[in-house]
């Protein structure tokens, strides 16, 4: 059993990284193996089918299509950006149906998000769950939200509510 933890920004500073760590640190403590995947590894450009004809699919989606298949569970920690997903974790997740082989297929996938917002990146979940069902994954029904985020915010987040939300496609 292996968890592999994405996180939809590379800010030094983010938000959902530090949830994303969050994460990891309560699933590990369970004796969960997880693979913090650095959110750098998802930069990839813009899909343009000229590019994609011209060079091939970028190296690092091969690697974090590898990283998927490895996993047993998949966690995404998604920012919100204008009620929406981020183009960064939009665009790596398109670049992996490119691939010969579509790596989300019948994978259990589960949503997490922080926001400053009091709506704690519910909207950028809900597009999610809908891009990861087009993906032929399986999406948790419980969602882990951190409304009105902070360092501190997501440090007070009820462990058993992380344990619980991790259970789910156990
Ligand atoms: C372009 C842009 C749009 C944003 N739109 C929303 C939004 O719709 N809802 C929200 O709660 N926060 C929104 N925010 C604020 C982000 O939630 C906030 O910057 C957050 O810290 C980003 O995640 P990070 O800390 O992991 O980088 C937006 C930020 C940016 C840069």
Known sequence: MSVLILAGSSRTESL??????????????DGRACYVYAAEELDAPIYNGDDEQENGVPSNTQKLA??????????IVT??????????????????????QNPWVGKNVLLAGASPGR?????AMTHLMVVMGAV??????MFLSCPQASAQAINNLDEE?????LRQGD
């Open 79 to 100: 920012p919100e950006y204008n009620s929406s997903i981020p183009a960064l974790l939009k665009n790596a997740i398109d670049w992996t149906t490119r691939l010969e």
């Open 119 to 123: 709506l704690g990146a519910m909207r």
């Open 66 to 75: 590898t990283a998927i298949s490895d996993a047993t569970k998949i966690v």
């Open 136 to 141: 032929q994954s399986w999406v948790a029904p």
């Open 161 to 165: 509510q992380i344990r619980a939300f």
């Open 16 to 29: 959902n990284r530090k949830l994303q760590q969050r994460i990891a640190d309560v699933a590990e403590a």
